[in-house]
């Protein structure tokens, strides 16, 4: 198991990331290639945000009037991968983050509530996000905790798309540094 601090920190970059960026209009342009899709990061509008986020509590059996506060990881989990197939990533990384936050434990088959289950495994999809916007030190971090947790161990990614991303982050070594850990070392969230 991943120690908390580590799980509050990938949520508080990915929260710091996320939040300075205005939420109507494109965002710079990512160079993310996919074997069959070229990926760019937008920032969809409050509107059609909004009514995917309404979609998704749909879809997880959840009530629109339901507070932020009180959603459940797999809400987070569902959310973000919507926002990431939409393009946008820096909503994406929030989602994700908080999913990390309330559950930070990866698992394929993760069971949600009822019968329903779902292949849950975050990191890797928080390292795409992250790639998207270019921001590769925190790709590179996000990348390194889903290979400690396992996650492509667990057979639900495709090889391809790991390599590929772990190419498109290793040629950007250059870009590494520290992941926005300055903002955080004396935060009221670290224990």
Request: hydrophobic residues 40%.
């Amino acid at each position: 198991m991943i120690p908390d601090l580590k799980c509050r920190l990938v949520f508080l970059f990915g929260v710091a990331l996320a939040l300075p960026v205005g939420a109507i209009g494109n965002s710079a342009n990512s160079d993310h290639v996919s074997d069959s899709q070229t990926w760019q990061s937008t920032s969809l509008v409050p509107a059609a945000a909004d009514a995917l986020r309404r979609k998704v509590l749909v879809q997880c059996g959840l009530e629109s009037t339901t507070t932020n506060n009180l959603l459940p990881w797999y809400f987070h989990f569902e959310y973000g991968q919507a926002l990431l197939e939409a393009g946008d990533a820096r909503r994406a990384i929030v989602e994700l983050s908080k999913s990390i936050d309330l559950r930070p434990e990866p698992r394929a088959r993760k069971r949600t509530y009822g019968m329903w289950f779902l292949d849950y495994l975050p990191y890797f999809q928080l390292a795409e996000a992250h790639a998207m916007l270019s921001n590769w030190p925190c790709a590179e971090h996000a990348m390194q905790l889903s290979q400690s947790t396992g996650e492509a161990a667990l057979g639900r990614i495709e090889l391809q798309r790991i390599r590929a991303l772990q190419e498109r982050i290793d040629s950007h070594a250059v870009d590494f540094g520290a992941c926005n850990l300055r903002d955080y070392r004396n935060s009221t969230h670290a224990e």
